[in-house]
């Protein structure tokens, strides 16, 4: 996964791409590896049991095919369990439909309107949440 630079003087406007920063999350939230451990499936809950949660994978960029070392509980969460049917639907709360649609999309950078017509909801209100002064499950602006 790329990296990519963040700046809080950033104003998005519905153009704006967004995405996960998982390093503003790590660093903000002590809880984060509790958190994406809830989100995962049946089996991906018995399986991690076992597993040491910090662990590493190798994952191939599909657009580049450039191998990379990944959190192996994110990997499996963006990979599998993201996809699974019942990971997004239309009761979920706002700011964590937004996470989910991520997590779903491969955290592909999306604009507002992406993430509006996605999730079938208005583009407005969900910029005001993304362009307020807290972050919300680490969903940031990209910077090129």
Not at 9 to 19: A, C, D, G, S
Not at 46 to 74: C, N, S
Not at 101 to 113: D, I, R, Y
Request: charged fraction near 25%.
């Amino acid at each position: 996964m790329a990296e990519v630079k963040h700046s809080s003087l950033v104003k998005p406007t519905l153009q704006t791409p967004f995405h996960i920063d998982f390093s503003w999350w790590k660093q903000n939230d002590r809880d984060w590896r509790v958190h994406l451990r809830s989100l995962l499936c049946l089996e991906h809950q018995e399986a991690f049991v076992a597993i040491d949660q910090a662990e590493k994978v190798d994952w191939v960029d599909p657009v580049t095919a450039e191998v990379q070392k990944v959190d192996g509980l994110q990997h499996v969460l963006l990979s599998h369990c993201a996809q699974e049917e019942d990971f997004l639907d239309s009761r979920t709360a706002l700011t964590e439909a937004i996470f989910r649609l991520f997590m779903k999309n491969g955290n592909t950078p999306m604009s507002v309107g992406e993430i509006a017509e996605k999730l079938e909801r208005k583009p407005i209100p969900i910029l005001r949440t993304l362009s307020g002064g807290r972050v919300y499950r680490g969903v940031r602006p990209v910077l090129d």
